[in-house]
């Protein structure tokens, strides 16, 4: 069949979980055995979100072939269980530089080079990249911002020139807020009007409305906004809050979102989508009743969505161990040897979360020292793993100046150091080791027993590592390199094998947990604390 081509707009305001309800969709689609892949638009200058602040963004995500990427496709994986690539995500920034390197190279033939059509041109060629090369049936792009945003501006212009060019096979799906008015005690549809009267202005008629709300809308009302927006009645949809995000795609099948789609695109279907595997995950996050505390040490817990891939495996981790997540966040920059105690001791298990950057470090080797000395179940993901490290050279190897380079170019023990290959770059967006690599475990590690294998790849997102000349000292002290790389010998893992589950990866497990394949290293992590609260 040919490949249908979905947008997902958002109207009235930003955050209302545009990337949920496209990962929702294509989990459906999926699930009706259709080949499905979702990529972002982001109308943002910058090249990737590789070297924004979390603070600006949040969380940067990473795919298997090494790209940074946008937050939401961290929610394409976990829902679809697809790994994505650089081709999934696209910024404005990435745009433009394509252009430009084209005009430089004399492509475009002395012509003037302008927004209409080249720009448009570009993002179109990238749209139909992936339905031409990818083999998918459907290719689901959500674009980033909202509607009257100027800088969304040529990608929706793009995308009407698709809609007229693909018929049937593009549709759009609006995303709009229907807020209720607490004085008043009503649900106000005004703001999806004009945000719709927005879409329309610039040439673009959505097929569906999904209405994000914390009341039940009534379908009076959605017929009311059917009416007023050019929609037809069945196709206007609500997103209610619900307590998790892994309910949106039960609820957007309950209001046949999958099959409007169907229709409105011409697509042959048959009979329900198999979602038995999801369904028996929510099941068991529904009948949880024991729970595990775990504290999240870091110098972002202030913003929820900067460890958003973490908390998410923490969550599928507890799901699949029966129990319910009460996760604890911690500011690092906080915490010292005076308060750690007092912090922590209420904690089933400790993650040491990962980061760039000496602020907030020296309450990381607080919590590290406390969690090894009272034998607390501790993961240490990246800058965590390395600080690990660096807390058991200053106090297990009397190493007492012990550092990264990172935090400390002149520390006379270099336990972390720069990766040889990065010394000699200076363009920061090239200087991180990015990607899915090969690490092969120790047969006798606590971490290939939570495989169940020895060969593995994870992705990394790090320019840092330990430091090869120290591996000895920590081996006769305790501390095992239990993981390495097998064609750098790059050291991986560290664990402390004497301690009831004591670990730290350089890598990031995180971006590799979805719903239905959750990280293994999480569910032993999880596993360990939820033993460690029984003791």
């Not at 809609?163 to 999806?192: D, R």
């Not at 908390?311 to 906080?334: D, G, H, I, R």
């Amino acid at each position: 069949m040919e490949t249908k081509y979905i947008f997902v707009t958002g109207g009235v305001a930003s955050s209302l979980g545009k990337g949920i309800i496209s990962s929702s969709l294509a989990r459906l689609l999926l699930s009706r055995g259709f080949r499905v892949t979702i990529q972002k638009f982001d109308p943002y200058i910058n090249i990737d979100p590789g070297t924004l602040n979390p603070y600006e963004h949040g969380e940067c995500y990473v795919t298997i072939d090494g790209h940074e990427a946008d937050l939401d496709l961290g929610h394409y994986e976990r829902f679809t269980n697809v790994n994505t690539t650089r081709a999934n995500n696209i910024t404005t920034g990435r745009i433009y530089q394509n252009v430009i390197d084209k005009e430089r190279r004399g492509d475009y033939l002395g012509k003037t080079v302008q927004v209409v059509p080249h720009i448009t041109d570009e993002i179109k060629r990238n749209v139909k990249l992936l339905g031409n090369t990818g083999n998918f049936d459907f290719v689901i792009t959500e674009i980033g911002g909202t509607v009257g945003d100027i800088e969304s501006l040529p990608f929706l212009e793009s995308m009407r020139q698709l809609k007229w060019e693909l018929g049937s096979n593009c549709i759009c799906v609006h995303l709009t807020y229907v807020p209720f008015i607490n004085a008043a005690k009503e649900l106000k549809t005004k703001p999806t009007q004009h945000s719709v009267k927005q879409l329309q202005e610039l040439g673009i008629q959505p097929d569906i409305l999904v209405l994000r709300t914390e009341k039940d809308i009534p379908t009076a009302m959605r017929r009311k906004v059917a009416l007023f927006c050019n929609v037809s009645p069945d196709a206007v949809i609500q997103s209610i809050d619900v307590p998790s995000i892994y309910q949106v795609p039960v609820n957007m099948h309950a209001q046949h979102l999958d099959e409007i789609i169907l229709k409105k695109t011409n697509t042959p279907y048959e009979g329900e989508p198999n979602m038995s595997q999801w369904m028996k995950f929510i099941d068991m996050m529904n009948k949880a009743k024991d729970t595990v505390t775990i504290g999240l040490v870091g110098k972002y817990v202030e913003l929820q969505d900067a460890y958003k891939s973490i908390n998410e495996s923490l969550f599928q981790a507890a799901t699949y161990n029966n129990v319910k997540l009460v996760l604890k966040s911690f500011q690092s920059e906080k915490l010292n040897d005076n308060n750690v105690e007092e912090t922590l001791k209420d904690m089933d298990g400790v993650l040491i979360a990962p980061g760039f950057g000496p602020r907030g470090t020296e309450g990381k080797f607080s919590a590290i020292k406390w969690c090894r000395e009272h034998d607390v179940p501790t993961l240490g993901i990246c800058l965590g793993m390395q600080c690990m490290v660096i807390e058991f050279a200053r106090n297990v190897l009397g190493l007492e100046d012990a550092n990264s380079t990172e935090m400390n170019p002149h520390t006379p023990y270099n336990v972390i150091d720069l990766m040889e290959e990065q010394k000699s770059i200076s363009n920061m967006g090239g200087t991180m080791r990015l990607g899915a690599f090969d690490c092969v475990l120790k047969p006798d590690s606590l971490v290939a027993k939570a495989y169940g294998k020895t060969e593995i790849s994870e992705r990394h997102r790090h320019r840092f590592e330990f430091n090869e000349e120290f591996r000895e000292q920590f081996e006769a002290a305790g501390m095992k390199c239990v993981g390495e790389n097998p064609k750098t010998h790059l050291v991986e893992v560290v664990e402390i094998p004497s301690k009831k589950w004591f670990v730290g990866v350089q890598y990031h497990p995180e971006y590799g947990s979805t719903v239905l394949s959750p990280n293994p290293l999480f569910i032993s992590f999880v596993k360990a604390a939820i033993e460690n609260k029984k003791k």
